[in-house]
């Protein structure tokens, strides 16, 4: 049987792995079960990436309309990610800081890092001033729904909590309180 790549209805690429009715069985011999989720790390990294997806849930590999589920199934060979294994494959990803529990104390929902803290603060820079909100008070609400579609829409409060705090340590942010909740104010910087 020869295993070709798919493209899902969202215009995303799935390695020919995805075929291969193994992938979505959690391997008993520790060196092979690296290698698998190494991989499956990669395909959830580079699936949120493409959607704009920065949470998955335990629940997900049991969604069949999901957002996920693009992902986690493949009805072409009658396959699905079981959760058990979808929650081993999550832990990989936090040891390795592709994600992070949240939230904190629980084990089945993650926010993803397809992009890392400090690969966000930079990204949230560059909006700050190609946008020109430098030495602007700006709400977390007016960052993450802005009025016009930007890299950061959408981004959980948690990691661009954590993009400011690397912006504030080389002197590119300040975290400020405002009557509704948190701001921030860019600097040009260093």
């Known amino acids: 049987m020869s295993f070709s790549p798919f493209t899902t209805a969202s215009g995303f690429l799935l390695p020919s792995l995805h075929s291969a009715p193994p992938f979505f069985t959690q391997q008993p011999h520790p060196d092979t079960n690296a290698t698998a989720t190494?991989?499956?790390?990669?395909?959830?990294?580079?699936?949120?990436?493409?959607?704009?997806?920065?949470?998955?849930?335990?629940?997900?590999?049991?969604?069949?309309?999901?957002?996920?589920?693009?992902?986690?199934?493949?009805?072409?060979?009658?396959?699905?990610?079981?959760?058990?294994?979808?929650?081993?494959?999550?832990?990989?990803?936090?040891?390795?800081?592709?994600?992070?529990?949240?939230?904190?104390?629980?084990?089945?929902?993650?926010?993803?890092?397809?992009?890392?803290?400090?690969?966000?603060?930079?990204?949230?820079?560059?909006?700050?001033?190609?946008?020109?909100?430098?030495n602007t008070i700006l709400t977390f609400y007016e960052i993450t729904e802005p009025p016009l579609p930007s890299p950061l829409s959408g981004i959980p409060t948690s990691l661009l909590r954590k993009a400011i705090a690397v912006l504030s340590k080389s002197g590119r942010a300040q975290l400020i309180a405002v009557s509704d909740g948190e701001g921030v104010r860019f600097f040009a910087g260093k």
């Open 38 to 134: 190494e991989q499956w790390s990669k395909l959830i990294l580079a699936y949120g990436w493409h959607r704009k997806l920065y949470v998955l849930r335990v629940e997900d590999a049991e969604t069949a309309d999901g957002e996920w589920s693009e992902v986690l199934r493949n009805e072409r060979i009658n396959r699905k990610m079981p959760p058990a294994y979808l929650s081993s494959v999550l832990a990989g990803m936090v040891a390795k800081n592709h994600a992070v529990y949240e939230p904190a104390g629980q084990t089945r929902s993650v926010v993803l890092h397809w992009r890392l803290p400090e690969e966000w603060a930079e990204v949230l820079h560059t909006w700050a001033i190609s946008t020109g909100q430098l």
